[in-house]
């Protein structure tokens, strides 16, 4: 018998959020919409389970996850009604896990220790823990990798911090026998994936792109956190979409440049390619993208938790290649879009070592 997946998250901000909310709403649909895949070996999206939860907000830190998810800051929108989940928000190490402008906001700040991270996922019999931290949380990222090793739990590191395309923590985690999943998860339908498939389009019909820039304004804590930390996630959505172009090189400004307090949960995304096609013909792309941010990683998320716990069944350690060359903007190996899917199609399968 399968038996559930047991999920850790660090960090309860927006994206935790829609995560949570992501599995009430696949307990109560027969057939989600927005998965990729409803099936992923045995796995459904209802076998995921919430078990541990970590924080260092004092709002969030000692409430149930049910409550913490809608707390301040957080504003992502309420689609369903998760009730109590019987999952206490502990105290996780602070470390660089908030940016000093803004740590008014989480006064008093409540902080945990690695050595409680690894309690509570080994008594909560954790498999995998997925990293939701700010962007720029390197230390506190690296700490909450180290507890999974210490409590035998798989790692996604949904967050630009460099983990999963580290030769350390490669090597860690396949000597570990621990499956290792990142960096920088890619939405469902973000700017980056739609940047990127536009890029490898234009590739692909012989047109030589000349120049493009992605400016993105949002609403939530994260896009806040940004506006002080950008530098990690301009570099890894800049290098996702050059890479789609197989060589070719061009000019590429992509940056989150604005916080909108009003815009809440949306992020909206204005994007330009200037290029050449025949005969040296001018060619001009302009795309307008807006979306509810958090909920754009959640179908993703569930897709990547279940193929994690595949891969677990299957006792293969270290960095995830097909799953994250699919899932993540900057993973160990880059691939076009199609390639990834089809890698991780037969990995699934069984077609694919990793």
Known sequence: MKSSIRVAVAGVGN??????????????????????????????????KVVAAFDVDSRKVGKDLGEAIFTPPNNAPRVVDVGK?????????????????LRNSFIPIV???????????????AHVLVNYLPTGAQRA?????????????????AMPSVIATSKVWQSRFEEA???????????QLGATVLHKTLVRLLALRGVRIEG?????????????NLMYRKGQKERTKTEAVKRMAEGEDFDAYISPVAYIGFLGSRKIAHM??????????????????????????????????????????????????????????????????????QWLIEFIEGGRDR
Request: hydrophobic fraction near 45%; include cysteine; charge should be negative.
């Open 15 to 48: 994206t935790a959020s829609a995560f949570v909310q992501g599995l009430k709403y696949c307990e109560m649909e027969q057939n989600p919409i927005g998965l990729a895949f409803q099936r992923i070996g045995p796995y459904e999206a209802k076998d995921i």
């Open 177 to 187: 026998r621990l499956p290792l999943a990142g960096d920088d998860v890619q939405n």
């Open 212 to 224: 493009t820039y992605q400016l993105n304004v949002g609403g939530t804590p994260d896009f806040l």
């Open 85 to 101: 989940l019987g999952v206490v928000v502990k105290a996780g190490p602070l470390l660089d896990g908030v940016a000093e402008q």
């Open 272 to 341: 330009l390619i200037e290029a050449r096609g025949f005969a040296n013909v001018p060619i001009r792309i302009r795309v307008d993208l807006e979306v509810y941010d958090p909920f754009n990683n959640t179908g993703v998320m569930i897709d990547i938790v279940r193929t994690v716990k595949l891969a677990m069944d299957r006792e293969i350690g270290g960095p995830l290649i097909s799953l994250s060359a699919w899932a993540f903007k900057n993973p160990p190996v880059h691939a076009p879009p199609e390639i990834a899917y």
């Open 111 to 125: 902080e945990g220790s690695i050595e409680d991270v690894v309690r509570e996922l080994e008594s909560t019999n």
């Open 141 to 157: 990222s690296e700490a909450y990798a180290e507890a999974a090793l210490r409590s035998r739990v798989a790692f996604v590191n």
